[in-house]
């Protein structure tokens, strides 16, 4: 069974780093799309960085600039580099991706537990 595994969150003071990794593992035969997605208390899940199997990334104008998304598909990681953190940016981070499986044609969409990011002085 495929699984996504987030880490790297924490208390950041503003303008700080941090570098959140997400692990895919199970019997994996390709991942295409992946994003990371935020969820702040009481609002909307959103997007904050995508990348297609192609590269092409995507951030919206909230994050242009300060957060970049990488992917080792080697070793079947995510990353999202998170640079001049504002205390806006606090949210519970999700991974998610679009995994084909070994033995299927088929892609299914999976998501990380989250891990919490926290920017505050």
């Known amino acids: 069974q495929v699984q996504l595994v987030e880490s790297g969150g924490g208390l950041v003071q503003p303008g700080g780093s941090l570098r959140l990794s997400c692990v895919a593992s199970g019997r994996i035969a390709s991942i295409n799309f992946v994003g990371w997605y935020r969820q702040a208390p009481g609002r909307l899940r959103e997007l904050v960085a995508s990348m297609t199997s192609g590269g092409i990334t995507y951030y919206p104008t909230s994050v242009n600039g300060r957060f970049t998304i990488s992917r080792d598909d080697a070793t079947n990681t995510v990353l999202l580099q998170m640079n001049s953190l504002k205390p806006e940016d606090t949210a519970v981070y999700y991974c998610?991706?679009?995994?084909?499986?070994?033995?299927?044609?088929?892609?299914?969409?999976?998501w990380g537990q989250g891990t919490q990011v926290t920017v505050s002085s």
């Open positions: 998610n991706a679009d995994i084909q499986e070994l033995g299927t044609p088929v892609q299914n969409n999976y």
